[in-house]
């Protein structure tokens, strides 16, 4: 049986918490004295009205979580969150479509990166402020945020964790899991401060800086200037700007073990970083001789675009500072694998993880020696640790469902009009939380507003299915799940 009563107290708690989120952006809204003081007001007032009556109802249920139960109140968690995130600009006016304000905000949460908005620079500076913030908030984990601020609030938190944490093997930094949430969020908060401190060091003014430092160390993209980076015209600022992305698309907790234990050998000894490394050095590498072949780029400007370019598909940011659309068709594939491999688990990138490329490279390899040698027992091991067969058996349930949607949404792309450019890298950009697409209609530089309203739905549930990494939703949507026992 579903426990109605808990989840429902659960998701009155995340609304008081949101409520109180948007309350920052009420005070950004009052500091500037622009119009979407109002919107943000009402939308709070509203917002902590719709908690009360959710803890009311679960106001008597006990304070512990199956794994159904968990599963499903991550789900509905992200979802409610995006409709109640929707009031601020719905009531503002600055989106009269409810379809497109579902669009941005579930955007914004998974730190997708995609927008509808075709002129971001006519929004107020509390708007503004709340795409970023959104972007921040999802970085980890709206639940995960939660049980690094409230972990009483959640019973059965390690469940939780389970069902919206990103990657398939993971490590813990304490042995209560509330104490890693917020060691995690601890490194979170460090790299967005000295991406803030770095942006102002070298241009930007404070506005401009927060703004940015929470869409790079979210890996969202969002940004304030219609032309993004692009807008600074800075190599500085660029090269600042891949930095934090690539850091951001580390393992978190690696991160903690490489710097705050100062064993940074952990970290170049890492299989997953190396390949992580390897992967974005040998993009670089191809996109610049490229561009220097027959855009005509210089060598510092071909180098610093394309690894831009690469660590910002690869991590799922999304931000530009060139117009990939406008380079040789080549590069597109090269990009367009990044947007499929996303970057380490257990960091703020979407997409397939390159863990699980890694591993996958592993099975093959493993595979080729079995036909040479059918009795040779083969293990797979990730940094000398043996990946259990239990684990290989949902690595490869993983790849074939992941790849298998990504067919079916560019093929209902395609129904809905697009071309079949456009519709691969829509769904690629979807369900990987990237941001972009590549294509002429809609371009790396270009909003989705062109998109028709069953297109923006279908995106809104792919980014929603890739932030949670598809099991957690589509479980719910098996008869098996809603059964009694």
Request: glycine share 8%; hydrophobic share 50%; charged share 10%.
């Amino acid at each position: 049986m579903i426990n109605w009563r808990i989840i429902s107290k659960i998701i009155g708690s995340l609304l008081f918490i949101e409520a109180l989120l948007m309350t920052i952006c009420l005070g950004v809204a009052v500091y500037f004295k622009e119009s979407d003081s109002f919107a943000f007001l009402v939308s709070i007032i509203s917002i902590w009205f719709f908690g009360f009556i959710f803890r009311l109802w679960g106001r008597n249920a006990n304070n512990t979580l199956s794994r159904k139960d968990a599963y499903l109140v991550v789900s509905l968690s992200w979802i409610v969150f995006s409709f109640f995130g929707t009031f601020p600009f719905l009531i503002s006016g600055y989106i009269t479509n409810f379809t497109d304000a579902y669009f941005e905000t579930m955007s914004g949460f998974s730190t997708t990166g995609a927008s509808v908005i075709d002129d971001v620079e006519r929004l107020p500076h509390g708007l503004l402020f709340w795409r970023s913030f959104t972007q921040w908030i999802g970085g980890l984990g709206i639940v995960f945020f939660t049980i690094a601020v409230l972990p009483s609030m959640v019973g059965g938190s390690t469940k939780v964790f389970a069902a919206e944490a990103t990657g398939p093997i993971r490590t813990k930094l304490h042995p209560r899991l509330s104490m890693s949430a917020k060691w995690i969020w601890m490194v979170y908060l460090i790299l967005t401060i000295s991406c803030f401190g770095c942006f102002m060091l070298f241009g930007m003014n404070w506005w401009e800086s927060i703004n940015y430092s929470m869409t790079t160390t979210a890996t969202g993209g969002f940004a304030i200037y219609n032309s993004s980076i692009a807008t600074f015209q800075s190599p500085a600022l660029e090269y600042v700007s891949t930095f934090f992305c690539f850091l951001s698309g580390i393992n978190f907790t690696l991160l903690y073990f490489s710097v705050a234990k100062l064993q940074v050998k952990d970290l170049l000894r890492n299989a997953e970083f190396r390949f992580y490394v390897a992967i974005i050095a040998i993009s670089t590498i191809f996109i610049a001789w490229q561009l220097i072949q027959h855009n005509g780029y210089d060598v510092e400007h071909a180098f610093r675009s394309a690894v831009f370019q690469t660590v910002n598909f690869i991590t799922t940011t999304g931000l530009f500072s060139d117009d990939a659309a406008k380079w040789p068709h080549a590069t597109w594939v090269v990009l367009a694998g990044c947007m499929f491999m996303g970057g380490c688990s257990s960091s703020t990138s979407g997409a397939f993880k390159c863990v699980r490329g890694l591993m996958i490279l592993k099975v093959i390899r493993n595979e080729m020696h079995q036909i040479l040698h059918p009795n040779a027992v083969l293990p797979l091991k990730i940094n000398k640790v043996n990946v259990p067969m239990q684990n290989r058996v949902t690595l490869l349930a993983f790849l074939s469902i992941y790849v298998g949607i990504l067919v079916l949404v560019a093929f209902a792309m395609m129904l809905c009009g697009i071309d079949y450019t456009n519709a691969l890298t829509i769904s690629l950009s979807c369900i990987g939380n990237v941001g972009p697409s590549l294509g002429l209609e809609i371009g790396p530089t270009m909003s989705w507003s062109m998109l028709s309203d069953t297109a923006k739905w279908l995106c809104s549930m792919m980014m929603l299915v890739g932030r949670l990494e598809i099991f957690t939703v589509l479980v719910i949507l098996t008869p098996a799940f809603w059964k009694k026992n």
